[in-house]
């Protein structure tokens, strides 16, 4: 008896210290076609199809119809279903974790184009295509003294605009822009409509997290009081490898961020450090639009960047950003 109560408190130990993985969503391309899918192990489960699979399993009908309505191909409709989508993504994740444990399982996930190998598709920005992207500017102390700005007394929120690129794709510098620079960002995603949001409640309206290069042409930002045109130029938004759940990001204030140029760190800081918090952003916004899934808020920069350095990025430039928990986001630069 003694025994097995040992066993049993010290399954309770290493259930308890042994934290399980994140579930860690894409958008991936897999022949012209862009899906939802989670990264396991090195490996890409289409939450679709998957949720599929999980729906016959149980004996039930209409699978398709129903994986279309609750866990849809597309990451913003995804997003749109709110928790009860997010759940059932998490139903379908388990399911598939638990055929791979059967002998055939790994064949007939393939077979099934549920389960890719991470080389067989290429991954896209996290949410390719928000239905909004907002950016939050001289949010951290050190990076606003860097530039000679003074400390904003309200969140200074500017849109950001031109196409989306994720993990391997370039940043291609405009002809016309000279001083392109690097800006390593936590993005976070809004799952649930949110408006005139209490601050004790902001966080349960993200759905989750990623990393975000917010390159900046310094030259064009710097010549109207309006950043956008300067923040804006395609290419110039990077987001991914993964969007990672909001409730496996305890606290959002409590993460390392930083950026490598060339292999040689450039930014290193921690998003303790923002003037204003994920929370604090979220209820500020809400106050005054509707916040609606899928939106992406990008929320400044720590100091180091290439303009307080005298070093813009440059052609052959390979630019790494990174935030604990979140992963590594890698592009490289070119020039139009």
Request: aromatic content about 8%; hydrophobic content about 40%.
């Amino acid at each position: 008896m003694r025994f097995l109560q040992v066993i049993f408190c010290l399954f309770i130990f290493v259930s308890l210290t042994i934290p399980a993985s994140a579930t860690k969503l894409v958008s991936y391309t897999f022949r012209g076609e862009t899906r939802l899918g989670a990264w396991h192990d090195g490996q890409i489960v289409d939450l679709n199809r998957a949720y599929q699979l999980f729906v016959e399993s149980q004996g039930k009908s209409r699978s398709k119809e129903k994986a279309a309505a609750f866990v849809p191909s597309d990451i913003v409709a995804f997003l749109q279903g709110e928790d009860e989508s997010i759940s059932e993504a998490k139903r379908a994740l388990a399911y598939v974790k638990s055929v791979l444990r059967e002998p055939s399982g790994l064949l007939g996930l393939q077979e099934a184009g549920v389960l890719f190998s991470e080389s067989e598709v290429q991954l896209q920005a996290a949410v390719p295509n928000p239905p909004h992207l907002l950016a939050i500017g001289l949010n951290y102390k050190a990076h606003a003294e860097e530039g000679g700005s003074k400390l904003p007394e309200y969140p200074i929120v500017f849109t950001k605009e031109g196409s989306m690129i994720g993990p391997g794709d370039t940043i291609v510098i405009p002809r016309k822009v000279q001083k392109p620079d690097y800006e390593v960002e936590l993005a976070f995603v809004i799952g649930r409509h949110a408006r005139n949001v209490q601050l004790e409640k902001a966080l349960e309206y993200v759905a989750g997290y990623s990393a975000f290069n917010d390159v900046s042409a310094r030259d064009i930002q710097g010549r109207v009081s309006q950043w956008t045109m300067g923040k804006s130029p395609d290419t110039f938004s990077a987001m991914g490898p993964f969007l990672v759940l909001q409730d496996e990001v305890p606290d959002p204030q409590e993460l390392r961020i930083r950026t490598r140029l060339n292999g040689k760190t450039v930014q290193d800081s921690n998003t303790k450090d923002m003037i204003f918090g994920v929370a604090e952003l979220v209820t500020y916004i809400s106050q005054f639009m509707t916040l609606t899934p899928g939106t992406v808020v990008v929320t400044g920069t720590p100091s180091g960047v290439g303009s307080a350095r005298g070093r813009f990025l440059q052609v052959g430039d390979i630019i790494e950003v990174e935030i604990e928990k979140l992963g590594v986001l890698t592009n490289r630069v070119e020039r139009e």
